[in-house]
């Protein structure tokens, strides 16, 4: 069973920035795609950044130029780096890892963006 623990969240100020980090106990992200995902209060999970297996990568439009999401096969983890955080960034943040039909979650680490 794999799993995905997620580091890195906290409290920033608007401007500020964070590094989130997705580990996997095992060497998965090489073989799988891999994402991550937010989710606001009241609102739907939504996806913020998307690396494939050959290393593409797309981001939503929102943070687009602020966030990058990359990918260390030799330490199984896949990091997002956020800069210029906004308060509309806020949410729980979550990573996933799609293994051919099997998609695992790590758990969510919560950004708060406040003054």
């Known amino acids: 069973q794999v799993q995905l623990v997620v580091s890195g969240g906290g409290l920033v100020q608007p401007g500020g920035h964070l590094r989130l980090s997705c580990a996997a106990s095992g060497s998965i992200f090489s073989l799988a795609n891999s994402g991550w995902y937010r989710q606001a209060p009241g609102k739907e999970r939504e996806l913020v950044a998307r690396?494939?297996?050959?290393?593409?990568?797309n981001y939503a439009d929102s943070v687009k130029g602020r966030f990058t999401i990359s990918r260390d096969n030799a330490k199984n983890t896949v990091y997002l780096q956020m800069n210029s955080l906004k308060p509309e960034d806020t949410a729980v943040y979550y990573c996933?890892?799609?293994?051919?039909?099997?998609?695992?979650w790590g758990q969510g680490t919560q950004v708060t963006v406040s003054s």
């Open positions: 996933n890892a799609v293994f051919g039909a099997t998609i695992y």
């Open positions: 690396i494939t297996i050959g290393g593409s990568t």
